[in-house]
């Protein structure tokens, strides 16, 4: 078994665009090293997927456990704050939970639940986690296939008004 925490960091973006992507660099480092220390016990891994977003990963015969155990270690480890060029910065995350049995779905299909399942925490407020959900995943895919088919309807002229008396 297998359980995954995707993080992304809330107001990264703000954090670059106001002290520059150095310090942003530099932040990376200081939380990818916070991460690094929540993977304590065998089979936990912690790895930076790009930008601000990172995935742990835990493996074992009691994974659900484990996984919202590590998930909470990771939200407590960023809870500190950051000092960074003389300034404290407070680093918050969203987190999305994916738990499950070896080798039933592909890499992709499990990161693409976490990513969905990370965005349903964000919009939740952020600096949580959430554990993924079959039905909330369907719900999201079929919301951004219809946000992308409307516009190409549009500009095919697929769309006509009715008058009802």
């Not at 456990?65 to 704050?81: F, K, M, W």
């Not at 990513?115 to 039905?135: F, P, S, V």
């Amino acid at each position: 078994r297998f359980g995954l925490c995707y993080l992304d960091l809330d107001g990264f973006k703000a954090i670059n665009d106001s002290l520059g992507h150095a310090a942003g660099d530099r932040l990376l480092v200081e939380v990818a090293d916070r991460l690094q220390s929540c993977a304590t016990a065998p089979g936990e891994m912690v790895a930076r997927l790009g930008g601000d977003e990172f995935v742990a990963l835990t493996t074992g015969p009691d994974t659900a456990d484990e996984v919202d155990e590590l998930a909470g270690r990771i939200l407590n480890a960023l809870a500190s704050p950051i000092r960074l060029d003389g300034r404290e910065l407070t680093v918050r995350g969203s987190i999305g939970v994916v738990e499950g049995p070896s080798g039933e779905r592909s890499a992709a299909e499990v990161l693409r639940s976490a990513d969905i399942t990370m965005y349903r925490a964000k919009a939740a407020g952020g600096n949580r986690y959430q554990l993924a959900d079959a039905e909330a995943d369907a719900r999201a895919i079929t919301r951004h296939g219809l946000t992308t088919a409307l516009p190409a309807a549009l500009d095919r002229g697929e769309f006509f008004i009715e008058y009802q008396p």
